[in-house]
């Protein structure tokens, strides 16, 4: 039987819903949660995301602002920036867009955001307080992740689960989340050995390793859960022809635009698995939705006791 398809978008919808209704309490109380997106130079994907992460907020009734920096910026110029942004109480959360150009060192930017502003969760102090799992703001991705899983009603309390990648903005945090509700958490990285025999353990399966089609359909114990981060554009036609060999609509579709966003799981896992994120449309547009939530996440935590008392 083909996978339950965990539908991310859909998802989306309803913790956007949620969000207006809390927005708009907060607006009675007077206050209007606002992000600060910095974007620095001209990298075209770079403009999309922060395009979209802009709308985002203004469908939602968030306040936002953008600086756009010229990609000759230095360090101390994006300091002051990022010292401007801390001090200013209209601003909930601050987003770096990275990749940051070369001269600036990004670590030291990345770092001097007030860990209550932290709305991408990359502080240290972030990552901190998830280890000792007190409450704070999470890296998007994987917050989006227990989210699909959470609704979807999926057991984690007691599950295997495996995570493959270790990296600190999705692999790390993901497996903390997943213990921290309970699972038994296996994490792989590009030294694992028997990978294939790992996965196979697993009931719930989180791939973000930027490997197409990696995480073969046979690895997978039947009626697994599936989540797949990986997006990663194909453009070679028979590298397409094979991944989607038992896809012909989607074949049909590369053919006429070119390429296809494939997973980090082969698409034939949907035989197998039980459930599975499809790409696009799975984890996707949960990163944003999460970046929406923790900019209202810390508008409440920082903005104390009323408004708090809006959220329910
Ligand atoms: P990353 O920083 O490049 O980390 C990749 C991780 O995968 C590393 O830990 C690496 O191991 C591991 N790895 C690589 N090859 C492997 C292999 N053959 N077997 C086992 N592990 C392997 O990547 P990332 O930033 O975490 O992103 C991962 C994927 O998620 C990418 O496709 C990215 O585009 C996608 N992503 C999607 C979203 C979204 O919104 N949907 C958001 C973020 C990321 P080592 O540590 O040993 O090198």
Excluded at 80 to 106: E, F, K, S, T, W
Excluded at 177 to 182: D, F, K, P, S, V
Excluded at 187 to 195: A, E, G, P, R, V
């Amino acid at each position: 039987m083909p996978a339950r398809i965990l539908d991310g978008l859909k998802i989306r919808d309803e913790i956007f819903a949620e969000l207006k209704t809390e927005i708009g309490r907060l607006h009675n109380i007077g206050i209007r949660p606002g992000l600060a997106a910095v974007l620095v130079g001209e990298n075209p994907a770079s403009q999309l995301y922060v395009k979209s992460k802009i709308a985002a907020c203004e469908q939602l009734g968030m306040a936002s602002w953008l600086h756009t920096p010229p990609a000759n910026i230095t360090t101390e110029y994006m300091l002051q920036l990022v010292r401007d942004l801390n001090a200013d109480d209209n601003v909930d959360g601050i987003l770096i867009q990275l990749p940051l150009p070369g001269q600036v060192d990004a670590k030291r930017v990345l770092e001097a955001v007030d860990p209550a502003k932290d709305v991408d969760g990359f502080h240290p102090v972030s990552m901190g307080m998830l280890v000792s799992n007190r409450p704070g703001l999470v890296a998007c991705t994987p917050a989006g992740c227990m989210e699909i899983l959470r609704r979807n009603q999926i057991a984690v309390e007691g599950a295997n689960a495996v995570v493959l990648g270790r990296s600190d903005i999705v692999g790390k945090p993901m497996a903390l989340l997943l213990l921290h509700a309970n699972a038994t958490v296996t994490i792989c990285h590009s030294k694992t050995k028997d990978l294939p025999e790992v996965i196979r353990r697993a009931d719930i399966v989180v791939a973000a390793i930027g490997k197409e089609g990696y995480v073969q359909a046979d690895w997978i114990k039947p009626g697994a859960a599936v989540i797949d981060v990986g997006t990663n554009k194909v453009t070679d036609a028979a590298e397409a022809a094979a991944l989607l060999r038992n896809f012909p609509e989607r074949l049909e579709k590369f053919r006429a635009k070119g390429n296809v966003l494939i997973g980090d799981v082969h698409p034939d896992a949907a035989q197998v698995a039980g459930a599975l994120t499809p790409v696009p449309g799975g984890v996707g547009p949960m990163t944003i939705t999460m970046l929406m939530s923790n900019t209202v996440k810390a508008a409440r935590l920082r903005r104390g006791a009323s408004a708090t008392a809006a959220r329910s």
